[in-house]
Nanobody, 122 residues
């Protein structure tokens, strides 16, 4: 069983940057694809970015492409989400996930982290 723990959330102003980390435990994590999702109040959880088990394939959504960068360090069992040029609409709880599809949908997820809050003020 994979366990995930996010860190790095916080509050920034519009145009700022944050780097989220996702520390994984469990021997099977390197074989999983990894994804980042977010959920704003009153909205459904949505995909932000996905990365294959090797790190060789990444996918983004139209709203995150060009501003966000997903990466992973397999040796450290850690994934990352670099977020730049943040906007108030990016405000949400961000979750990392382990799953088996690229791009990753919520139905593809086998394990979720507990989430970390990101707040962007104007």
């Amino acid at each position: 069983q994979v366990q995930l723990r996010e860190s790095g959330g916080g509050s920034v102003q519009t145009g700022g940057s944050l780097r989220l980390s996702c520390a994984a435990s469990g021997r099977t994590f390197p074989s999983y694809s990894m994804g980042w999702f977010r959920q704003a109040p009153g909205k459904a959880r949505e995909r932000v970015a996905s990365i294959s088990w090797s790190g060789g394939l990444t996918t983004y959504t139209a709203t995150t492409k060009g501003r966000f960068a997903i990466s992973r360090d397999v040796a450290k069992n850690t994934g990352y989400l670099e977020m730049n040029n943040l906007k108030p609409d990016d405000t949400a709880i961000y979750y990392c996930a382990a799953g088996n599809a690229i791009p990753m949908a919520t139905t593809d997820v086998d394990a979720w982290g507990q989430g970390t809050q990101v707040t962007v003020s104007s």
